[in-house]
């Protein structure tokens, strides 16, 4: 049970939940009762900006706290009462409506601490990023896509950032899209000609170009009427829909067959899309293996990101 509070910080009153351990090493220092105050160092944890440190102490007889927010992370909580104990937190808090809301909360941390105690460090067990997804720092272990994101990065298909980061949300672009689709089906890959391959919007030895003419010799991606493959735009539902399937039909994953989309029944299988859309087919095998669910509308020109991309390929692995 999370438990809240009213405090006021520089005339604005802020709902703070007192929240328990964020992933780190952290040791406590408890000053002796003269300076009465106790400093954290959470030298493990990770910021992702506009994030800050903050660390809590509360009156065990009283639940009065005493608080601070700070940027690095050795963070001084004071003044404190000499011979009071204290139950201490620590966590990284994110700015939200010119306050500060709690992004996460773990454990374990020291109970109580008094300030009449020594100078010796008390140090609490090591916390290795437990409440990370897949080790990444911007993707806890609660979000909705975690098992999706653990799949990706176990077989290979998506690697993070330099940074520590998986960035879930991140728009995934046509080219991006059709690499990573390729790849995540162990496609055989085609050696780059250095050629455009028919598209007026594609210069000769991008990196993209051995993924490109794969999957265009393959008829995965045909591009646009107007002869543009439009690398950078946002890949959609319904292009990365084809572009899956069709790649899964190559090589027969999960038994699709490599006609499966060419003879497909076509029916109107949600109220935004048509028997007669292109992409029906693609939609209509995703309903019948139970990726959809109950939805009414599959907002095929929604734009699509990493996590969605990462979504895909689970749901489909455990069709």
Do not use: H
């Amino acid at each position: 049970m999370v438990k809240k509070f009213l405090i006021v910080l520089f005339g604005i009153v802020t709902l703070c939940p007192q929240i328990s351990l964020a992933s780190g090493s952290i040791t406590v220092l408890d000053k002796i009762a003269g300076s009465a105050s106790i400093t954290i160092y959470l030298s493990d944890m990770k910021l992702v900006s506009p994030q800050k440190y903050f660390a809590e102490c509360d009156e065990v007889a009283t639940g009065n706290p005493t608080f601070v927010y700070s940027d690095t992370s050795t963070v001084t909580v004071g003044p404190l009462k000499p011979s009071t104990l204290y139950s201490c937190q620590a966590a990284v808090a994110t700015p939200s409506n010119g306050a500060y809301a709690m992004s996460f909360q773990t454990g374990p941390f020291p109970s109580s601490i008094s300030t009449t105690a020594s100078t010796t460090p008390i140090s609490s067990p090591v916390v290795t990023n437990n409440n990370w997804c897949a080790g990444f720092s911007d993707v806890w272990l609660t979000d909705s896509k975690c098992k999706a994101i653990e799949y990706v990065k176990t077989k290979g298909i998506f690697q993070g950032y330099s940074d520590g980061t998986f960035k879930p949300d991140a728009v995934i672009n046509r080219a991006e899209v059709v690499k990573v689709i390729l790849l995540g089906f162990n496609m055989t890959l085609l050696s780059d000609l250095a050629s455009n391959y028919g598209f007026s919007d594609v210069p000769a030895g991008v990196w993209y170009g051995t993924y490109l003419r794969t999957a265009k010799s393959n008829q995965v991606i045909q591009g646009y009427s107007d002869g543009t493959f439009r690398p950078n735009a946002q890949v959609n539902r319904a292009e990365m829909y084809k572009i899956f399937f069709q790649t899964a039909a190559l090589i027969g994953s999960n038994g699709i067959a490599k006609d499966q989309f060419a003879n497909a029944v076509l029916y109107p299988p949600a109220y935004d899309v048509s028997e007669n859309d292109w992409f029906a087919p693609y939609f209509n095998y995703a309903k019948v293996i139970g990726l959809m669910g109950d939805a009414n509308n599959y907002y095929p020109q929604q734009g699509m990101t990493r996590g969605d991309v990462a979504k895909l390929f689970f749901d489909f692995n455990n069709a």
